[in-house]
């Protein structure tokens, strides 16, 4: 049964900080990766899709890496902003329909 | 029409009651996946149709059933309510085949209270 797990659970950093997220998972047969943004009460938002023959991706001030083998992933957010405040989760394919496996997330606070 | 709607975004029950929530996706998606997502917790995959049929199913007791219409509208229906039912449900659709790996959409959720 693949599990998921993120660390830190929450984390609180200046503005202007870089910071990084990781994400661990105990099946490595995955078909990809993703990272989503959720923000209080509402719905996910994709932020990077990494498929299993991929090493990283990057959009704009974030950057997502996989390391397959070892069933581990980060996202890595540079130069961080108050509006970056939410809370990211990591969800794994194992290319069963669309059914992901989620971790319970960081929360993350990004303060003036 | 963009997006994954969802609809109600909030919604009290109590035990025993059957309750249906309603997700409306873009055209073209034709699997749509349906997630409960408890407080504090990560979403957990309830189930998925694909062209009207169930296509995969998480560990979900068969009180928790579904439908996927033509129209690229669905449902999820939950009956003989319970208070551990309380919590996010999102809808999410993808473009491609059941077995696609694809980026999904993610509505806004409809937050169900069983009291």
């Known amino acids: 049964k693949q599990e998921v797990t993120q660390i830190p659970a929450a984390l609180s950093v200046p503005e202007g900080e870089n910071l990084v997220l990781n994400c661990s998972f105990t099946?490595?047969?995955?078909?990809?990766l993703q990272w989503f943004r959720q923000d209080p009460g509402k719905g996910l938002t994709s932020l990077l899709l990494i498929q299993s023959s991929q090493r990283e991706q990057t959009s704009g001030r974030l950057n997502a890496s996989l390391d397959k083998s070892s069933g581990r992933s980060t996202l890595y957010i540079a130069a961080s902003q108050p509006g970056d405040s939410a809370t990211y989760l990591c969800a794994v394919n194992t290319g069963t329909a669309s059914k992901l496996t989620f971790g319970t997330g960081t929360r993350l606070q990004v303060t003036l | 029409e963009t997006g994954v709607t969802q609809s109600p975004t909030h919604l009290i029950k109590t035990r025993g009651q059957q309750v249906t929530l309603r997700c409306s996706s873009q055209s073209g998606h034709n699997t749509v996946s349906w997630y409960q997502q408890a407080l504090g917790q990560g979403p957990q995959f309830i189930f998925q149709?694909?062209?009207?049929?169930?296509?995969g199913r998480g560990n979900f007791p068969p009180r928790f059933s579904g439908l996927q219409f033509p129209n690229y509208s669905s449902e999820l229906n939950v009956n003989a309510l319970e208070l551990d039912d309380s919590a996010l449900y999102l809808c999410?659709?993808?473009?491609?085949?059941?077995?696609?790996?694809?980026?999904?959409?993610f509505g806004a959720g409809s937050r169900l209270t069983v009291l």
């Open positions: 999410a659709s993808t473009p491609d085949s059941p077995s696609g790996a694809n980026v999904l959409t």
């Open positions: 149709y694909y062209r009207e049929e169930e296509n």
């Open positions: 099946d490595s047969a995955i078909y990809n």
